[in-house]
């Protein structure tokens, strides 16, 4: 098995249907992490647009429960008649793993070089350097910029993959091992795992069935009481069901 680095957690960010509006609510989760990262002290890195790094303590263990689709319910701020709209954004949580292990050829690799733009000084912006790789197998694609160098974001995008890849094949893994079981801690995105009731201040997890009244302070990143919530996701099976 690989090596997993159970203190560094990726996680990517991606809007579900709705325009506009999906897109303002994955950023908004996105702010949602990073916000509770800063108060408990993690670091955190963009890697780019919706892709983050947190780098601290056990911080894998912690969010991997995360990944799933988050459901909002709220007024947009386009919206001029007042109307409730759902809309959704999905997770992906990804530990960082030894990359020896992970295996791929890079034949089925393609990766094409582009100016970054955007503020970074006159290197990101009239040189190369940010990086769009395709996984041809897989469909796989990420495009990285965050670095000055075209190398540095080659290594990233290279890592991002053999992290995917991981992932993917643990995914796999979990559905041949337990057809019909759910799996808590891979959720695919799919699941819609929690829904974000702005008009109630509410905040339900499907998953426990619990209800949190404290959304306005949750999306501050207060998290604490809603993890510790989640532990019992880490118990067995049988042992969730007697409970």
């Known amino acids: 098995m690989p090596n997993i680095n159970n203190n560094i957690a990726i996680m990517e960010f991606h809007p579900g249907p709705g325009g506009q509006e999906a897109t303002l609510w994955a950023q908004d989760l996105m702010n949602m992490y990073i916000r509770y990262a800063n108060k408990v002290g993690w670091k955190v890195r963009q890697i780019d647009g919706f892709i983050i790094q947190i780098t601290g303590f056990d911080a894998y263990n912690q969010l991997k429960y995360e990944a799933g689709t988050h459901r909002v319910q709220r007024i947009p701020e386009t919206e001029k008649r007042g109307r409730i709209q759902t809309s959704t954004a999905s997770i992906a949580v990804m530990p960082k793993i030894d990359s020896k292990e992970v295996n791929f050829r890079m ?73 019909g079981r759910a799996n808590i801690s891979q959720s695919t995105r799919a699941d819609k795992i929690r829904t974000y009731n702005y008009p109630r201040n509410q905040i339900k997890d499907h998953r426990i069935d619990k209800t949190f009244n404290n959304l306005d302070s949750i999306m501050q990143g207060n998290l604490d009481d809603l993890f510790l919530e989640l532990t019992v996701l880490d118990q067995p099976e049988e042992e969730n069901k007697t409970n």
């Open 107 to 179: 034949e089925d690799v393609t990766i094409t070089a582009c100016r970054a733009g955007g503020n970074g000084g006159q290197n990101v912006n009239k040189v190369s350097t940010a990086i769009h790789l395709v996984h041809k197998p897989t469909g796989l694609m990420f495009d990285v910029r965050t670095e000055r160098y075209q190398q540095q974001n080659r290594e990233i995008a290279l890592e991002l993959l053999k992290n995917k890849l991981y992932q993917l094949e643990e995914e796999k893994r979990a559905s041949q091992v337990s057809a």
